[in-house]
C-alpha cells in the first residue's frame, strides 16, 4: 500500500523526502538506513530531509545528512516562532565553520509550520492568516523559496479551525 501510494505522488509530480526520526538528527548512519528503507519502497532514489521536531544542531545535523546520502535539507526553521532562523529566504551551501568546508547539502530553511502558527503561537484565523501572508509577499518580493511545513492533522477543523482555509489561501 505504501509502495502504491509513493508511486501516485511521484506520477503527480511530488517530490519524495525523509522526514528523519527523532534520533536521526545527528546520526548519519541511522540516516542513511532510513533512506534506504524509503528507496527501496518508492523503487527512486531520495535526496531531500527535514527531521522530526525540527531537531537540528549546526553543523551537526547537516554532517549527518551528508553521511546519510542525503543532499536537501529543509530541517533549519524555529518550531516556536515563524520566519526566517537562517536570516535568509534563499536556498544556501550549508557551511561547516569548525571545519572551514561546505559540508555538500543544501539548505532549504522553513519559514512557517502549522504548529506554530496554532501551537506554539495560538494565533487565531485571521490573525494566522495574516502572518503567514506577510511572510509570503516577504519572500516574494526578494523571489526566494517560501517552504511550508503542513501536518494532514491540522486540517481537522474541529482542533484546528481556520487552519483549512489558511492553507488553501496560502497554495
Not at 91 to 111: H, K, Y
Not at 131 to 154: C, I
Request: charged content about 25%.
Amino acid at each position: 500500500e505504501v509502495s502504491d501510494v509513493l508511486s501516485l505522488l511521484l506520477e503527480n509530480g511530488h517530490e519524495i523526502g525523509l522526514h528523519g526520526s527523532y534520533e536521526s538528527f545527528d546520526c548519519g548512519e541511522l540516516l542513511e538506513s532510513e533512506r534506504r528503507s524509503i528507496e527501496e519502497c518508492a523503487g527512486i532514489r531520495v535526496l531531500a530531509l527535514r527531521q522530526h521536531y525540527l531537531r537540528f544542531r549546526a553543523p551537526d545535523t547537516w554532517r549527518a545528512a551528508t553521511e546519510g546520502g542525503l543532499r536537501v535539507d529543509s530541517t533549519l526553521g524555529f518550531a516556536d516562532s515563524e520566519g526566517f532562523r537562517a536570516g535568509t529566504a534563499y536556498p544556501f551551501s550549508a557551511f561547516d565553520l569548525q571545519n572551514d568546508r561546505e559540508v555538500g547539502i543544501c539548505e532549504v530553511p522553513l519559514t512557517v509550520m502549522d504548529a506554530t502558527i496554532f501551537g506554539y503561537r495560538r494565533l487565531s484565523g485571521s490573525d494566522a492568516t495574516e502572518r503567514v501572508m506577510r511572510l509570503l509577499e516577504a519572500v516574494r518580493d526578494v523571489g526566494g523559496a517560501f517552504v511550508l511545513l503542513w501536518h494532514n492533522s491540522s486540517l481537522y477543523e474541529p482542533l484546528y479551525p481556520g487552519a483549512k482555509d489558511l492553507l488553501t489561501c496560502v497554495l
